[in-house]
């Protein structure tokens, strides 16, 4: 496999896995818990999709917990609401995950053109050959 197409794919899979830790922390948005809780009774533990060069130069990304996960928030009349009306919120900002998932969409869309270019351009050569 030409590392062009090798590149590519790794590109393609580095932005899936962006958009995957992107998807699952906009749905989560919501999930509180207690102040200092754990199991079921823990907010959302928002992750980070973290990209590095892999082994062979291609894009690999690593999903990695957020640091901090989660901010204190007021909200008294949910049911994990501590005494001072205080509940653990997961440290997700909507609008930079939509920007985060935009970017990965371009990513990947410019991996296929990649692709596209490369199918082309080996279809030329062959013309030129025969």
Excluded at 5 to 24: C, F, K, Q, V
Excluded at 28 to 37: A, D, I, L, R, Y
Excluded at 68 to 74: E, F
């Amino acid at each position: 496999m030409s590392s062009i197409i090798g590149n590519a794919l790794a590109g393609m899979n580095a932005a899936t896995r962006r958009i995957d830790a992107g998807a699952s922390n906009i749905a989560n948005v919501n999930t509180v818990g207690k102040v200092g809780g754990s199991g079921s009774e823990a907010a959302y533990t928002p992750v980070d999709a973290v990209q590095v060069s892999g082994p062979a130069g291609g894009p690999e990304v690593h999903i990695k917990p957020r640091d901090p996960a989660t901010s204190l928030s007021y909200q008294p009349s949910h049911p994990h609401a501590s005494n001072d009306g205080l509940v653990e919120s997961p440290n997700v900002d909507l609008a930079t995950e939509l920007v985060n998932n935009k970017i990965a969409q371009h990513t990947y869309e410019a991996n296929i053109k990649s692709i596209i270019t490369w199918d082309e351009m080996q279809a030329t050569l062959l013309d030129i050959k025969s």
